[in-house]
């Protein structure tokens, strides 16, 4: 890598867009669904917005000036032949539908395993809950992640259907029974909101 792609990239970190600021925001310091993600990253000649190793995904934020660009086409195919997924999005659109974007990368980043048979279970059951786990609000993307690292191999059958349901739940209503600002149902649904509330 050039000194010159490493300077250069140092600007476009100082520099950033505002939608570049705000999609930094969301995916920095581990935040999103724990992957670690680089800014203003070179990677051969090319510096890309957003770059999760890991995942081999690369993320770009477009202005106007990218509309039909045959210079991102290329680089776009170069990228894809050295293994990582591009997505793009516009600056309207990570400005103005932040979550739905973000719930794109989510769709990227965890893909939905198949359903389980009845046979093989175990690992593959708790890597699907972990998947069905996973929330667009970071407060409760935590917390139910703890709590599955810590208490859902002992939870009995009647246990995790209850949690099951639970999942079902859109996020702000669920966060709400989680922090006791909604009353839960009786029974076992209030039983298992009170071990998910002690992790």
């Not at 867009?17 to 000649?45: C, M, S, V």
């Not at 680089?75 to 979550?99: C, K, S």
Request: proline share 4%; aromatic share 10%; glycine share 6%.
């Amino acid at each position: 890598m050039s000194l010159s792609l490493q300077v250069f990239a140092k600007q476009l970190r100082r520099n950033m867009t505002d939608a570049e600021k705000l999609l930094w925001y969301r995916l920095r310091a581990h935040r999103f669904i724990r992957a670690k993600f680089k800014r203003q990253q070179p990677l051969g000649n090319y510096i890309v917005d957003f770059v999760c190793f890991e995942a081999k995904l690369v993320i770009e934020v477009d202005g106007g000036q990218h509309f039909d660009n045959t210079q991102d086409m290329q680089r776009d195919e170069w990228l894809r032949g050295q293994g990582f997924e591009v997505m793009r999005f516009w600056n309207n659109e990570v400005l103005g539908q932040t979550e739905s974007v973000m719930e794109k990368i989510l769709q990227v980043l965890t893909p939905s395993p198949q359903p389980l048979s009845h046979e093989g279970r175990g690992d593959r059951l708790l890597e699907r809950v972990r998947w069905r786990a996973r929330r667009g609000l970071l407060e409760l993307d935590i917390v139910l992640g703890h709590f599955i690292e810590a208490h859902y191999a002992q939870l009995d059958e009647a246990e995790r259907m209850a949690f099951e349901v639970l999942l079902d739940m859109p996020d702000n209503p669920l966060w709400d029974m989680i922090s006791g600002r909604q009353e839960a149902a009786p029974g076992e649904q209030q039983a298992l909101l009170e071990k998910i509330r002690a992790v």
